[in-house]
């Protein structure tokens, strides 16, 4: 296979996983599109991924889930998988010379960026969190840039803190909280357990909360209707979904936002300058949502409690004390997709 004489007018992103991975990359892939990059997006199967209306476009799925179990790693679903993968990306570097290919972390990242560095292609890698996943660790050395949602932890020649790639419609919110107390609680595009009973618990157990509207975001995994009866019963107004693409109309509602700490709600809160109280995931992946939420707590409209250490006066303290002053460690200060496209077609 000739791998290094084939020249294109495209780009390969690989971007699947949570909203926290799609969300930034979609916008990466927008102005791709509009200065008429073609793409070739690799991902999974998800309700996320849904392509858009361009004929410069393509999302090509690939099947290799990560073994986190040694069972599956011992099943022949995960090895018929893995070569199948692997004879659809060998053939994609054998048909096109991509102009760069950019990864975005998780397991997905692994069998392209493999065959990335076999065929010469140009890596970038992008970061949501304040450290660098395991996948995109893994590659990080042969990576030409690296480019982070949030301020790194570890700085090196390669690193460029850039900021988050916001959705437009979230550009556009109202900065300024409105008056009438409403909650917001946002479990992640996968939803959160804890959230959804331990935090519904204590928030039906108490007068205080009757007078808040209730916004929460369950999660695909909870039964909205389920939980809709639990704060009608407990005489609050709720309002419950699994997953919104428009999260910008509740954001605009919102005056306290609970949540996970998660890149890209972080990013969102710094921009929008909501009050919030982070609690966050104890078991993510490396550990970094709590690193996140360590390097969160120099922001002062942002509280930050571990989920073994959430009780009901934490919650009722936070509702009762709004904070005004807003000070930032990772100030937000622009939408960085432009620049983060422009550094990635303009490397020399």
């Keep these: 296979m000739d791998f290094?004489?084939?020249?294109?007018?495209?780009?390969?992103?690989?971007?699947?996983?949570?909203?926290?991975?799609?969300?930034?990359?979609?916008?990466?892939?927008?102005?791709?599109?509009?200065?008429?990059?073609?793409v070739d997006w690799l991902g999974y199967k998800t309700p996320l991924e849904t392509d858009f209306e361009d004929p410069l476009l393509r999302h090509i799925q690939l099947h290799t889930q990560s073994p986190r179990t040694f069972s599956r790693l011992l099943s022949f679903s995960f090895y018929k998988n893995f070569f199948l993968d692997c004879k659809n990306i060998l053939k994609l570097y054998s048909q096109n010379k991509y102009q760069y290919i950019l990864l975005t972390g998780g397991f997905i990242g692994f069998l392209p960026g493999l065959f990335a560095i076999l065929t010469r292609q140009r890596m970038f890698i992008y970061e949501q969190n304040v450290v660098l996943g395991a996948s995109n660790n893994f590659?990080?050395?042969?990576?030409?840039?690296?480019?982070?949602?949030?301020?790194?932890?570890?700085?090196?020649?390669?690193?460029?803190?850039?900021?988050?790639?916001?959705?437009?419609?979230?550009?556009?919110?109202?900065?300024?909280?409105?008056?009438?107390?409403?909650?917001?609680?946002?479990?992640?595009?996968l939803g959160s357990s804890f959230f959804n009973n331990a935090l519904v618990d204590i928030l039906t157990q108490h007068v205080e909360v009757k007078s808040w509207k209730i916004t929460h975001c369950c999660g695909a995994q909870a039964d909205p209707k389920q939980l809709?009866?639990?704060?009608?019963?407990?005489?609050?107004?709720?309002?419950?979904?699994?997953?919104?693409?428009?999260?910008?109309?509740?954001?605009?509602?919102?005056?306290?936002?609970?949540?996970?700490?998660?890149?890209?709600t972080i990013?969102?809160?710094?921009?929008?300058?909501?009050?919030?109280?982070?609690?966050?995931?104890?078991?993510?992946?490396?550990?970094?949502?709590?690193?996140?939420?360590?390097?969160?707590?120099?922001?002062?409209?942002?509280?930050?409690?571990?989920?073994h250490e959430f009780n009901q006066d934490i919650l009722i303290n936070f509702l009762k004390h709004s904070c005004h002053n807003y000070v930032s460690f990772f100030e937000y200060k622009y939408n960085p997709t432009l620049e983060i496209v422009d550094q990635c077609l303009n490397y020399p």
């Design 139 to 189: 590659f990080s050395w042969y990576a030409r840039k690296i480019f982070f949602g949030l301020q790194p932890l570890i700085t090196t020649k390669k690193t460029f803190y850039m900021g988050q790639p916001l959705r437009e419609s979230l550009l556009k919110v109202n900065q300024k909280s409105p008056l009438e107390p409403h909650l917001l609680i946002i479990g992640g595009s």
């Design 267 to 307: 990013s969102e809160l710094l921009y929008l300058k909501r009050d919030a109280l982070l609690i966050p995931l104890p078991n993510s992946a490396g550990n970094h949502q709590v690193k996140n939420a360590e390097c969160a707590k120099n922001i002062k409209n942002i509280t930050v409690c571990l989920q």
């Design 228 to 264: 809709t009866e639990r704060y009608r019963q407990a005489g609050i107004a709720a309002e419950v979904f699994c997953y919104t693409d428009d999260i910008a109309k509740y954001y605009e509602q919102a005056t306290k936002v609970i949540a996970r700490a998660g890149a890209m």
């Design 4 to 38: 290094g004489k084939k020249t294109s007018n495209k780009v390969m992103v690989v971007a699947s996983g949570t909203a926290g991975h799609i969300l930034p990359s979609k916008e990466i892939i927008n102005e791709l599109l509009k200065r008429g990059v073609a």
